[in-house]
């Protein structure tokens, strides 16, 4: 992961501020920028995020149509 200002670093700040929030995941994709990620969050909260991305990926599954 990237360190330091990343392209889309702007709207990830906006959104956690806008959210009261600890922390900030952002995931853009075939934007104005192309593809990119932000994360803002304490370092304590960097290991909770595969287990949120998996559970986010599980509910995506579980809400696409069955072939």
């Known amino acids: 992961m990237a360190l330091g200002s990343g ?9 956690r501020k806008s959210a009261e929030a600890e922390g900030a995941l952002l995931i853009i994709l075939n934007g ?6 932000s994360a803002q969050l304490p370092f304590l909260l960097l ?7 998996r559970d986010v990926a599980k509910q995506i599954e579980d809400s696409l149509p069955k072939a």
């Open 47 to 53: 290991a909770t995020i595969p287990e949120i991305l």
């Open 7 to 15: 392209k889309y670093d702007d709207l990830c700040t906006i959104a």
């Open 32 to 37: 104005r920028l192309g593809y990119g990620f």
